[in-house]
């Protein structure tokens, strides 16, 4: 759906403790290394352009949850497809 550009390092930084019950970064290991279709429009919470999303099926079986205290941080590469879930906890 989109151009290749130039390598991009992300960087997420935890403003408050995060855990997967309010939502915790989910990285989908390996993705980085092609290019992923994405389907457009079918996503209304997604931060991508165009509500795009990446169908399940092309994603790993084996995603991370990246866990953190506030002010702690991760680092990736742009591309590497990722994510998070509703936040199901009384935390914001």
Known sequence: IFPRSAPVVSVWVAVDDVDVQNGAM????????EQLHHD??????????KGQNIPRSLLPDDPVDIELSSGQYTLFDGMLAHGSGRNLSPRR
């Open 26 to 33: 989910r990285f989908y290991p390996r993705t980085h290394k």
């Open 40 to 49: 457009v429009g079918t996503d209304n919470c997604s931060a991508l352009m």
